[in-house]
Every structure is written in structure tokens, then in C-alpha cells.
């Protein structure tokens, strides 16, 4: 259900603006992984303009509306179900970590040991993170609509918490998001060896990390 909601809200997202944005940093002749791709938006974006990318998430739903979009563009799905807090299994030379990915993580540590393992040398980690403040912003949020089918989202907060209710075709599904702030995320990376930038982007609710190994 969740994975549904999910791929409604995404829908009216600008994916040739955070392509745009991510150009610069993407190469044809590497390996990208999309790690928690999703339902697969910005992995069709880039599939169909002729970047190697693969898919993972932990969610076998998401997986599905992954294949399905890219299934019906006659492009072959590359996915995989997999656990970003377990080793990679693969070497790339970019990992992609978008739409707050990294939020959903009470904590990152592992993740990040496991995607610096995944990366060949040279190679270059880009996630987005929710900047502080949305906690604040973002108590109490209640969006209703019937287009294309009634859904109900409401987000409360609890410390660094984000608890989002998600009410779609009468069940109803709780899902956590932890924000942290910026020094969080910095200091694992760099214990690991990064090299860390940090940039404005497409979202002004976020900030993007750009990590090289």
C-alpha cells in the first residue's frame, strides 16, 4: 500500500531537472547503482538516456512499479532486492541515494561502510538529506486528495522524528524518517574516508552530499 502512495506523490516530480542537476557528476561509461530506487523514477530517467544503472530497495513492491515503468518504455530492469545496512556485493562507480533515502535510517554508519566498500577508487556517493527544520515544518502536515485516487498523508514529528500516516483505499500505513543534522552525516563519511561536499539543489527542503572516495 505504502509503495502505491508512495508512487502517486512522486509522480509530479521534475526528473529532468535533478537529472540535469546530477549530469555533471555521471558518466556513460560507468557503472551507477540507484540505491533505494523506489518505484523507479529517476532509474527510468537515467536507463532511458543510456546510463549502466542498476536498481535496489528493500521493498519487493517498489520493485515491481520499478520493472513495470521500465518494462513499459521496452528497457530491460535491472533490480534487485537488497538491504543497504548489508554489504553491496558489487563494485560502481556511482551511487545514487535520492529522495531522502538516507532518512529512513536511524542510523547510517553501516550503510556508509557498505557503500564506500561498493565504490571503486575515484568514484563518487550523492544523496540528498532533509536539512533540520523540516521537523519543525513539517509537524502536524496533513495533505488530502482525490486525484488520481483519495489518499490521506498526515506527518507528525517526535524529536528527530518524521512519522508519516499514510491513509490509501481504507489501510492505513505508519513509516519513520530520522533527520539529523549536517555534522551527522560528515563526520561518518569522512571516518570512512570520503572526501564531502555539501551543495543546494533541485529540493530547497534538502541539502546534497557529495562524497568521493
Not at 512499479?65 to 563494485?91: F, T, W
Request: charged fraction near 25%; charge should be negative.
Amino acid at each position: 500500500m505504502f509503495a502505491q502512495a508512495y508512487d502517486l506523490l512522486m509522480a509530479d516530480i521534475d526528473y529532468d531537472a535533478i537529472y540535469r542537476y546530477l549530469k555533471p557528476y555521471l558518466n556513460k561509461k560507468q557503472t551507477i547503482l540507484d540505491a533505494g530506487c523506489g518505484s523507479g523514477y529517476l532509474l527510468l530517467e537515467l536507463v532511458r538516456r543510456g546510463y549502466n544503472t542498476i536498481g535496489v530497495d528493500i521493498d519487493t513492491k517498489m520493485l515491481a512499479l520499478a520493472q513495470d515503468k521500465l518494462v513499459s518504455h521496452q528497457l530491460k530492469p535491472n533490480l534487485y532486492e537488497h538491504d543497504l545496512r548489508d554489504p553491496l556485493g558489487i563494485k560502481v562507480d556511482v551511487v545514487l541515494a535520492m529522495f531522502d533515502v538516507v532518512n529512513y535510517f536511524k542510523g547510517i554508519r553501516q550503510v556508509f561502510k557498505h557503500i564506500y566498500q561498493g565504490l571503486n577508487d575515484g568514484g563518487i556517493f550523492i544523496f540528498d538529506a532533509y536539512k533540520e527544520d523540516i521537523v519543525e515544518a513539517y509537524n502536524d502536515y496533513l495533505e488530502i486528495d482525490d486525484d488520481p485516487i483519495h489518499y490521506e498523508w498526515h506527518i507528525t514529528t517526535k524529536k528527530n522524528q518524521l512519522i508519516h500516516e499514510v491513509t490509501l483505499g481504507g489501510k492505513k500505513e505508519i513509516i519513520k524518517q530520522y533527520v539529523f543534522p549536517i555534522a551527522y552525516y560528515e563526520k561518518i563519511l569522512k571516518s570512512f574516508g570520503f572526501r564531502v561536499e555539501t551543495k543546494i539543489g533541485v529540493d530547497s527542503r534538502k541539502l546534497y552530499f557529495f562524497a568521493y572516495k
